[in-house]
């Protein structure tokens, strides 16, 4: 069952979507060569606290820390160590969340260590983050959960990559209905399977965390000895982007970005519902 929220819910959620923004804003700025994912995730778990907020991801299924932090080929649940070290000219995916007063938030950004990065990497993460703005954008009342997948595979598809050769668009991971628990119905995939059919019609209290996860080569991942780091089978890159959405009366709220998406989405022809927090 897919559960709708109130306005006042949804007020909630935007609380715990600024608190997940600050981490996101707190750990970019400290994501620099020399800096271990152990320092990242201890940088979070100070955000978290200062704003009075717990962590959702910090033993969810017994996973050991505040974030996920994948470097270049892991695809997502890195876990933060002190052995793994950033450098010049890695990237990293991470993801975070907050529950506040009982409703989460989950969003993922890459980010790029230090400087020299190719015109593939900046162009694999460029791509990523747009089609999941693709998907934010189908954020539509009448719409139907397939019309997110369609508009970011879309996107992705149409696509030039440098060097020639197609995307991975990962199969086996995607996005997901969040509220009361951080993961809930429906499952969102990042392309269109025709046999799951069109799956639920979107309406006013509907949310969901976006997150297209793409690679430089394969679509295909394995999971790791730990039961959590998410690689790419051949080894190439990923990138992986993440906002929580609610739909609204007045249109979608990005719950997990600053403006509430008001200006991306703006360049995409689509209004962003007003902020219930101003």
């Given at each position: 069952?897919?559960?709708?929220?109130?306005?006042?819910?949804?007020?909630?959620?935007?609380?715990?979507?600024?608190?997940?923004?600050?981490?996101?804003?707190?750990?970019?700025?400290?994501?620099?060569?020399?800096?271990?994912?152990?320092?990242?995730?201890?940088?979070?778990?100070?955000?978290?606290?200062?704003?009075?907020?717990?962590?959702?991801?910090?033993?969810?299924?017994?996973?050991?820390?505040?974030?996920?932090?994948?470097?270049?080929?892991?695809?997502?649940?890195?876990?933060?160590?002190?052995?793994?070290?950033?450098?010049?000219?890695?990237?990293?995916?991470?993801?975070?969340?907050?529950?506040?007063?009982?409703?989460?938030?989950?969003?993922?950004?890459?980010?790029?260590?230090?400087?020299?990065?190719?015109?593939?990497?900046?162009?694999?993460?460029?791509?990523?983050?747009?089609?999941?703005?693709?998907?934010?954008?189908?954020?539509?009342?009448?719409?139907?959960?397939?019309?997110?997948?369609?508009?970011?595979?879309?996107?992705?598809?149409?696509?030039?990559?440098?060097?020639?050769?197609?995307?991975?668009?990962?199969?086996?991971?995607?996005?997901?209905?969040?509220?009361?628990?951080?993961?809930?119905?429906?499952?969102?995939?990042?392309?269109?399977?025709?046999?799951r059919g069109k799956g639920p019609k979107l309406v006013p209290g509907f949310?969901?965390?976006?997150?297209?996860?793409?690679?430089?080569?394969?679509?295909?991942?394995?999971?790791?000895?730990?039961?959590?780091?998410?690689?790419?089978?051949?080894?190439?890159?990923?990138?992986?982007?993440?906002?929580?959405?609610?739909?609204?009366?007045?249109?979608?709220?990005?719950?997990?970005?600053?403006?509430?998406?008001?200006?991306k989405l703006a360049e995409l022809g689509v209004t962003a519902a007003p902020?219930?927090?101003?």
């Amino acid at each position: 069952m897919v559960q709708i929220k109130t306005p006042d819910q949804i007020r909630k959620m935007r609380e715990a979507g600024l608190v997940v923004a600050a981490i996101h804003a707190a750990t970019r700025e400290a994501a620099v060569p020399g800096a271990t994912t152990k320092d990242l995730d201890e940088v979070a778990r100070k955000v978290l606290a200062e704003h009075g907020a717990k962590s959702n991801f910090l033993g969810y299924g017994g996973f050991p820390a505040t974030i996920c932090t994948s470097k270049n080929e892991v695809v997502v649940h890195g876990i933060p160590s002190d052995e793994v070290v950033l450098e010049d000219g890695d990237i990293i995916s991470i993801d975070c969340g907050a529950i506040v007063d009982g409703w989460h938030g989950d969003a993922a950004y890459t980010a790029f260590v230090g400087s020299g990065h190719s015109a593939e990497l900046i162009e694999l993460s460029r791509v990523t983050e747009e089609s999941m703005w693709a998907g934010l954008a189908a954020m539509k009342s009448g719409n139907r959960l397939v019309d997110i997948s369609r508009a970011i595979e879309t996107y992705i598809r149409r696509q030039p990559k440098p060097g020639g050769g197609k995307y991975g668009i990962v199969e086996d991971y995607g996005g997901h209905g969040i509220g009361t628990e951080m993961h809930m119905d429906p499952h969102l995939l990042n392309y269109v399977e025709r046999r799951r059919g069109k799956g639920p019609k979107l309406v006013p209290g509907f949310c969901l965390a976006i997150e297209p996860m793409v690679s430089l080569g394969t679509p295909r991942t394995e999971t790791l000895a730990d039961d959590w780091t998410v690689i790419t089978t051949d080894g190439t890159w990923s990138s992986h982007w993440e906002h929580s959405v609610a739909l609204t009366e007045d249109g979608p709220l990005v719950l997990t970005s600053p403006d509430g998406g008001k200006a991306k989405l703006a360049e995409l022809g689509v209004t962003a519902a007003p902020d219930p927090l101003g």
